[in-house]
């Protein structure tokens, strides 16, 4: 099953005594139907409800490869009502499988770091993610999107969308080594998220992407206002951030990117010297 949501307000009309609005079984059935339990609502109280509230491991998505869990969270009753509950998506640091190219249980952090530089760009890329602990420990935590089924991913790689082209702008910023096809959600409405951006954030050169289409093409001019944006963000509050979840070096190395980005300002090739797409793509 792949991650999925951003999820939304329920109606808080049941008293604090009431039983829990969901069972277990109701639980279990909206985790096998990937659904997203909290309906729409907007990031800040995304963010909210995922930091605070209280998290329910519903099961284990096993075709990830690091440990990934499908839970409930929600949170407290105030004034003698529910409150808001929602499905998402936790990766515990120590579920984190080894790699030889990142450090070690930095994965979740570099998810929560994308998703800050995500949340700089304006231009809703990424699921609301946050850092907290879990039942297993420290972790990142996301609003598991629902996907418009409809959509084969083969055929989204290979179409010139508005959401790829800045997916594939963010990724050259976050040095993602590990953009597949399965890391791209199309929603209904048209919207495309991107997950998974664990892989992100080296200090030397690691881009891997399905998203080459527009390899080398001239950055438009909202792309270069944003990335212009984004180098004065990293000087200030995007790069404080940054650093609670980064090394000094990464940092730096984003903001070098950047400033490569807007001193040449076009989509970057691929490196001849080194794997360009992902394995598997999808």
């Known amino acids: 099953m792949t991650e999925r949501g951003t999820g939304g307000p329920s109606p808080l009309s049941e008293p604090r005594d009431a039983e829990p609005r969901l069972t277990p079984q ?5 985790a096998m139907a990937g659904r997203q339990v909290g309906g729409s609502m907007d990031r800040q109280t995304a963010i909210r409800v995922l930091g605070d509230g209280d998290l329910t491991v519903v099961g284990r998505l096993l075709s990830a490869s690091n440990a990934t869990f499908f839970c ?10 529910w409150g808001v509950i929602a499905s998402c998506v936790y990766k515990p640091t120590r579920g984190e499988r080894p790699l030889s190219d990142f450090p070690d249980e930095t994965l979740a952090c570099r998810e929560v770091a994308a998703h800050a530089v995500a949340v700089a760009t304006g231009w809703d890329l990424i699921p609301p993610t946050v850092l907290r602990d879990g039942p297993f420990g420290s972790g990142m935590v996301q609003l598991w999107m629902e996907v418009d089924e409809s959509i084969d991913l ?8 508005p959401a790829l082209r800045r997916i594939a702008v963010l990724d050259a910023v976050l040095n993602n080594a590990d953009r597949k096809g399965g890391h ?3 929603l209904p409405g048209g919207r495309v998220l991107g997950i998974d951006n664990g892989l992100s954030f080296a200090v030397e050169p690691k881009l891997r992407t399905v998203l080459w289409r527009w390899r080398g093409q001239p950055l438009n001019e909202d792309e270069v206002s944003v990335l212009s944006h984004l180098k004065a963000e990293l000087g200030g509050t995007l790069g404080e951030e940054l650093l609670r979840l980064l090394t000094p070096a990464e940092v730096r190395a984003t903001a070098s ?4 980005l807007l001193a040449r300002p076009h989509f ?8 360009a797409v992902p394995w598997p793509p999808f």
């Open 268 to 275: 970057p090739l691929p490196d001849p010297n080194r794997p």
């Open 26 to 30: 109701e639980m279990e059935a909206a």
């Open 154 to 161: 083969a055929d989204l790689v290979g179409e010139d969308h």
């Open 72 to 81: 409930i969270v929600e949170e407290h009753p105030q004034d003698g009502s």
């Open 257 to 260: 990117r950047v400033d490569a």
């Open 184 to 186: 791209l959600l199309p």
